[in-house]
């Protein structure tokens, strides 16, 4: 069964990445704190790539370019090259994740599969009693930041994302056009 995801919103995320971290009792079976799936989830709220590309990165992906940093990759899934500017706090936030796990530069930062992230994430979602939430939960909470924060610009989140066209973006995070969300907010006559 194909379940759809949502996307999630930064209460949700902080509630799920907290609970990874703090470590939580679920069914009688101790879940003990996860720094490593807790960080994979930050990163791809916050970077908007596939949880596939975040397990992947070393950190020589993050590349100096000046006085900021950048991701040059190919995404797994698409295979399309993806360049962007990584924030620098996030950068930070990871440098600080590699030096504290004594990740070398060559090294994957994250050497768990993808199926061990998912089993995790699952329990904790469970636990939690979140329905619609999952790995991609954070991908296209994610994109409806941007879009939200940017005055509700779909083509800035279609380049993000780098989806072949606005109407696959819209559906992705669920939201129209920034015209028809004033239009159904503005048509609200409660009695």
């Known amino acids: ?5 949502r996307a999630i919103n930064e209460e949700t995320y902080s509630l799920i990445v907290g609970t990874i971290r703090q470590g939580f009792c ?32 070393t950190m020589n992906s993050f590349v100096k370019d000046g006085d900021r940093y950048r991701l040059d990759i190919y995404e797994q899934k698409t295979g399309k090259f993806r360049n962007f500017t990584v924030p620098c706090e996030v950068y930070q936030f990871i440098r600080d994740y590699a030096y504290r796990n004594g990740i070398c530069m060559t090294a994957h930062l994250f050497p768990i599969t993808e199926r061990a992230v998912l089993k995790h994430l699952k329990v904790a979602v469970d636990f939690l009693g979140l329905e619609g939430v999952a ?7 994610f994109a409806t930041n941007i879009y939200v924060n940017n005055e509700y610009n779909i083509e800035l989140v279609r380049e993000l994302l780098q989806h072949s ?27």
Request: glycine share 8%.
């Open 1 to 5: 069964m194909n379940k759809r995801t």
């Open 165 to 191: 066209s606005v109407v696959i973006t819209q559906r992705y995070i669920g939201m129209g056009s920034k015209e028809l969300e004033r239009a159904i907010s503005e048509n609200v006559k409660l009695l």
């Open 135 to 141: 790995s991609h939960s954070f991908r296209k909470g």
């Open 26 to 57: 679920y069914e009688g079976i101790r879940h003990k704190p996860n720094d490593r799936i807790a960080t994979i989830l930050v990163l791809e709220y916050n970077l908007g790539i596939r949880i596939s590309d975040v397990l992947n990165l």
